[in-house]
């Protein structure tokens, strides 16, 4: 017995050029390059890569991949239908189209007729006849061309009537793809549902899916007229860019498009890194191939990491925390069972579970958390109940494990009489020099320390006292532990526990630092903000130099379980 599966559904991401609107992203040539031959190996149909004509930046773009193609992925040109009471024979910007060289091409037009009036400042036959003629001069110049419906839905939903007739231009001039476009944002997920099955049962009546062809209104004499397929483009502005996009294929639509991570203007796109998994894996359809979906939540952090970004650690399927357990009852019962509080298993999509450690924490955390370090401890044992009455006493000083996992796992260390000292820090000093009516940021770190029983003095520089500190530390101990060098300090928070002080308030710092594949958070807290850095620095330090040691079997400390 065999069964039909469900049809492809197909992707097109518009990172490149919608996400991009998004405020606060910018990138460079460089930047764009590097994303679309990511997704190019996650498996991405088709990648929109900008307006070819509409600034340098996107020329060069497409220039570059005409030298150096995509593997698997369409890139795909967008631009708008030609002005009014023109012809796009003689339209330049539709030139800078054909000089990008894709075989696709997505072209815009207007389906609100308060668009049209109002915007294009043009007649409603106008705007038909400008849809038309676009489309038919890319056909004629051997291109394939997705159709974008922009408005569509307000538009339809004010003239049910004209808005039809832009979609019939549209694909009686040859496009292929029929995407229907929520460019407000403001539909909601049984509006959609209701007005693609329209769109289905109108597009079936000219044609579509029972292979009647109405020549008609073809642009040039034997001129074959394909049957588009209906797509979905959607943004967020009221939170259902992903429920809509869902609710469309639902409804009819075989076509996606949105953005990874949910960039773009305003409140965002439909997220691909939310859309693809409910796809394919709640809802049976095929997206992208099984080792392409596990290279999801990586794919999402790189994108963000490209465009400077923070990533969304609470984002659904990809966050860092999708799939964190805090509750010491939920633990248990996760460790026994994952189904009990997880939907997916995270490593479909590339992600993984993590156990929060806090002063909710029960032994079931504790115990979850040391394996996830490679740290075996009995339930029952007098060091597990050390840890846990340890964390709580430090939580409740302002301590946060929960986003300082490194400084946990060297509190566990500690309790199990297996953390190495890999030196040890004697005093420091701090000068900043502050003179009235001057800018300067130099501060002098000045840092005592003893690595097997060596002392070392030294001294440096920085654009503040943490950074002044930092290299002071590092210029100490590269002679000791060369690979210092590679470690980085890449983030650094600073948060007032009790404001009410004032001045006296304690601080809690938080510094990640990375190695280049790897990174971790460690943590201070302390009245005295530099005191907070610089535990919160050195234990960075420290644990970069276990994770080096613990990678490399080259242990030179007793008990570490790697």
Request: proline residues 4%; glycine residues 8%; contains cysteine.
């Amino acid at each position: 017995m065999t069964t039909n599966p469900l049809p492809q559904i197909w992707l097109y991401d518009t990172t490149l050029r919608d996400g991009t609107q998004r405020e606060g992203l910018s990138v460079s040539i460089e930047d764009k390059l590097r994303i679309a031959y990511r997704l190019d190996q996650l498996g991405i149909p088709f990648i929109e890569g900008g307006w070819p004509g509409a600034n340098p930046k996107d020329v060069q773009f497409f220039w570059q991949l005409q030298e150096n193609p995509l593997k698997q992925s369409e890139i795909v040109a967008f631009c708008s239908t030609r002005r009014p009471h023109t012809t796009a024979a003689e339209e330049p910007m539709l030139q800078d189209i054909l000089t990008a060289g894709t075989r696709w091409v997505t072209i815009f037009g207007k389906s609100w007729d308060l668009h049209v009036t109002s915007g294009l400042k043009t007649t409603l036959e106008e705007n038909l006849a400008m849809i038309r003629d676009t489309i038919a001069f890319f056909r004629t110049q051997g291109r394939r061309v997705i159709y974008d419906a922009e408005h569509w839905f307000d538009g339809y939903k004010q003239n049910q009537d004209y808005a039809l007739q832009t979609l019939k231009a549209a694909m009686m001039a040859g496009a292929e793809w029929l995407v229907l476009c929520d460019t407000n944002g403001g539909t909601l997920p049984h509006e959609v549902t209701q007005i693609v099955q329209d769109v289905v049962k109108a597009t079936g009546e000219w044609g579509i899916g029972n292979g009647k062809k109405d020549d008609s209104s073809l642009p040039m004499p034997n001129y074959q007229c394909p049957i588009p397929q209906i797509g979905i483009h959607t943004h967020n502005d009221s939170d259902m860019a992903v429920a809509n996009a869902l609710a469309a294929v639902m409804a009819g639509a075989t076509m996606v498009q949105g953005t990874i991570n949910g960039y773009g203007e305003r409140c965002g796109n439909a997220n691909l890194c939310s859309l693809i998994p409910n796809l394919q894996l709640k809802l049976g359809y095929s997206c992208i191939a099984e080792h392409q979906l596990i290279q999801l939540a990586e794919a999402s952090r790189f994108v963000s990491e490209v465009v400077n970004l923070a990533p969304d650690e609470h984002a659904p399927f990809v966050g860092r925390s999708a799939f964190a357990h805090k509750g010491g009852i939920h633990v248990s019962a996760v460790e026994r069972n994952p189904l009990t509080y997880e939907h997916i298993q995270p490593e479909q999509v590339g992600n993984r579970r993590r156990i929060v450690i806090s002063e909710q924490s029960g032994v079931s955390n504790v115990l979850a958390k040391a394996r996830s370090f490679g740290i075996e401890i009995d339930k029952q044992s007098p060091e597990t109940k050390q840890i846990l009455q340890r964390l709580k006493e430090l939580e409740s000083e302002g301590y946060q494990f929960e986003a300082a996992e490194a400084s946990f796992a060297l509190l566990m260390y500690e309790a199990l009489g297996d953390r190495q000292k890999f030196f040890e820090v004697k005093g420091f000093q701090v000068h900043c020099d502050l003179v009235e009516g001057q800018e300067s940021n130099n501060a002098l770190a000045t840092v005592k320390l003893a690595v097997n029983g060596e002392d070392k003095l030294e001294a440096a520089e920085g654009n503040g006292p943490v950074a002044a500190l930092d290299a002071a530390l590092r210029k100490a101990l590269r002679n000791f532990y060369p690979q210092i060098a590679n470690f980085e300090l890449t983030d650094y928070k600073v948060r007032i526990l009790n404001g009410h002080r004032g001045t006296a308030s304690k601080t809690r710092v938080l510094v990640e630092s990375g190695n280049g594949s790897q990174r971790w958070t460690t943590i201070g807290v302390s009245t005295n903000i530099l005191a907070a850095s610089y535990q919160a620095v050195v234990e960075g330090l420290e644990y970069g130099l276990l994770l080096h040691f613990q990678a490399s079997q080259d242990l030179g400390f007793r008990g570490v379980r790697v």
